[in-house]
């Protein structure tokens, strides 16, 4: 990939991260938000799947290496002010959500507390562990 010029119309934070929030390109669900640095735009749209920054890891993050549960995009938008990018994405497995999930956003604010509103689809112990066994 030559042509870059399209990494100086993104603002990346102090921290050199933008957020991007992935959504289902069949249904519009939001299934999960994440950080992306340059370099993991950069490999996203080099690899046509989503690669994040995982601030916990101190490094960059191919979205399924552990689970499986890659996200393939169709395709990428950057929001008016250059800070926000939304992926239209293929969820692999049907699960974004480290807790076996299909998506990260299962709470709901209801009267003052948090409701789960999604039900686990796959125990992570078993995704976790059966990726590692391979």
């Known amino acids: 990939m030559s042509d870059i010029a399209f990494l100086d119309h993104v603002s990346f934070n102090e921290q050199g991260l933008v957020p991007a929030i992935a959504q289902d390109a069949d249904s519009g669900q939001i299934l999960m938000m994440a950080w992306m640095n340059r370099d993991a735009l950069l490999e996203t749209v080099r690899r046509g799947e989503a690669v994040y920054f995982s ?4 490094r960059l993050w191919h979205k399924g290496e552990s689970s499986g549960h890659v996200q393939h995009v169709h395709e990428i938008r950057l929001d008016c002010d250059g800070d926000t990018l939304l992926l239209s994405v293929s969820q692999e497995g ?3 959500c480290h807790t076996g999930r299909a998506r990260c956003l299962f709470r709901k604010l209801d009267e003052g507390q948090w409701l789960t509103t999604d039900p686990v689809i796959r125990d992570p112990k078993a995704i976790y562990k059966e990726k590692h066994d391979e």
């Open 55 to 58: 601030r916990s890891r101190g």
């Open 94 to 96: 049907g699960i974004a």
